[in-house]
Every structure is written in C-alpha cells, then in structure tokens.
C-alpha cells in the first residue's frame, strides 16, 4: 500500500490497524476530496464523481456483506475550525460489527479488483477508526 496523497494507508500505519483489538464494533470516519477528473491506470478517464459513484456501487455488496453500513452521512459546507484549504466533497461514517470485518473487506479479492475506482477519484482523505461509545453524555469523554 502506498501513500499517493492520503489515499491509501501507507504500510505502518495498516499494520498498527491489523494490531488493534478486531473483536468490537469500529466506526470509520471517512473525509474525501474528490479529484474533478480521475485518471485510471489504462489511461482511461471519468470525472471523479463519478469514478466514486462506481466505487460505490461496486463496493456495496461486500461492504454489506461483512455487516458493514453507513450510520450517518453529510454534505460539508464550511470549515469552521481547521485548515481552511481543507474542504471536503464525501464525509460518512462507516459502521463495522468488528475490526475484522473491516479487514476481511479490504482483503476481498473482489474488494482489491474495484478499489482502483477509489484511488482514482480520490485527491486526499482521511479515514479514521473510532470505537463507538454510548452517546446522550454530553461531548464523550
């Protein structure tokens, strides 16, 4: 796994992932910035919207599969507090009924065969594992 911007995880940080407990719940905090035109390996291009929205769809059954779905999902409008260079296109979270069952997604073959959709409409992201807390407790902590 390489690093190319923030769009994939790059080697240590995936191995500090596979290390953490995969017994619990996770939710994963996705932030992406789409590139306005994805370019594929082949030289073949779409914009990168639409390189996402095919990344989703082909996506979807696996992410499903391992019990995976989406607990809330926004469109940004404005960084109040944070890098103002950094907007974001995509913001969702992503919920797992476990550590592993991230990881057996990202290990699908047939994940590995569609995730090309995502590296090229990506410009940057950040994705962020959480485990899940009761809420209704003021902010958390």
């Known amino acids: 796994m390489t690093n190319n911007n923030h769009i994939d995880p790059i080697k240590e940080v995936f191995a500090a ?9 996770v939710d ?3 932030l992406v910035s ?3 035109i994805a370019t594929y390996p082949d030289g073949s291009s779409k914009s990168g919207a639409d390189a996402y929205k095919a990344y989703g769809r082909k ?6 599969g391992v019990g995976g779905k989406i607990i809330w999902a926004g469109d940004p409008e404005l960084m109040v507090i944070g890098p103002q260079d950094e907007m974001w296109d995509v913001a969702f979270i992503a919920h797992y009924p476990t550590g592993q069952a ?7 073959p047939a994940y590995q ?3 090309h959709h995502r590296q090229a409409a990506v410009k940057t992201s950040r994705l962020i ?3 899940p807390k009761d809420t209704g407790h ?3 902590v």
Not at 17 to 25: M, Q
Not at 102 to 108: A, E, Q, T
């Open 17 to 25: 992932l596979k290390g953490l407990a995969l017994d619990h719940p």
């Open 138 to 140: 003021g902010f958390g």
């Open 59 to 64: 996506s979807a059954a696996i992410f499903s």
């Open 129 to 131: 594992r959480m485990k």
């Open 34 to 36: 789409l590139n306005e």
């Open 28 to 30: 994963m905090l996705n």
């Open 102 to 108: 991230f990881l057996d997604m990202v290990y699908n």
């Open 113 to 115: 065969a569609i995730v």
